[in-house]
């Protein structure tokens, strides 16, 4: 398994203002993907981000509003921009990993946002 | 479209009773299938996983069982604890490594 933390663990942001978090891995991963978590509700996938190449974002999600960065294998950084108090989650940072049975995810702590 | 739905929650139990989350997934051919769980202020654990037809995942006396004819991978426990109160993620995964969550379940267990 893969052991994740993420900076900061929460903040509160005033609307309009952006965060940039940090997720940072122990081992070298070549894909890692963030998702949101809003107050009850499941996980929702924003984006795969890999090493050398453009984030790939899913159906709701935009570059300029969630901006993400890749720069080697162990770290990735995520920007929700102009920050609205719908943008009010939590948010997770998590790679892949593979056991001697198949594919598995690992997350980080995550990042409690609140936007006022 | 590909889905993974689980029981509503909350579910609130005494200590020791037993314990059945539902989960059913719809997808084309046979994804590996997980169980994650969430404590109060935490970060997603891996609870357990299966990854082919009839395989049982087990962990911390938790149990699913990949039905594949009922397309289900509902979580059992014998006896929960306290210790027990999370909220519970069935999942399900996809091509390029992704993985599909249901809605979550928070169960409540009273001494």
């Known amino acids: 398994s893969a052991v994740i933390s993420q900076k900061p663990s929460r903040d509160i942001c005033q609307r309009g203002t952006s965060l940039t978090i940090q997720c940072q891995v122990d081992s070298q991963v070549t894909m890692m993907f963030w998702y949101r978590q809003q107050p009850g509700q499941s996980l929702t996938l924003i984006a795969t981000a890999n090493q050398g190449s453009e984030a790939t974002y899913e159906s709701g999600f935009v570059i300029d509003k969630f901006p993400i960065s890749r720069p080697n294998l162990t770290f990735s950084t995520l920007t929700v921009s102009n920050m609205s108090p719908e943008d009010s989650s939590i948010y997770l940072c998590?790679?892949?990993?593979?056991?001697?049975?198949?594919?598995?995810?690992?997350f980080g702590p995550g990042t409690r946002l609140t936007v006022t | 479209g590909d889905s993974v739905t689980q029981m509503e929650g909350p579910v609130t139990l005494s200590e020791e009773a037993f314990l059945t989350i539902n989960c059913t997934y719809t997808a084309t051919g046979y994804p590996s299938l997980f169980w994650y769980v969430q404590y109060p202020g935490e970060g997603l654990q891996l609870l357990l996983k299966?990854?082919?037809?009839?395989d049982k995942g087990s962990n911390k006396g938790f149990e699913a069982t990949y039905r594949k004819e009922t397309t289900s991978f509902h979580l059992e426990k014998g006896s929960v604890q306290v210790s027990d109160s999370a909220v519970y993620f069935c999942a399900r995964g996809g091509g390029f490594n992704k993985f599909y969550f249901g809605s979550g379940t928070k169960l409540n267990v009273k001494p």
């Open positions: 299966a990854t082919k037809a009839d």
């Open positions: 998590s790679v892949e990993g593979t056991s001697g049975s198949g594919p598995e995810q690992y």
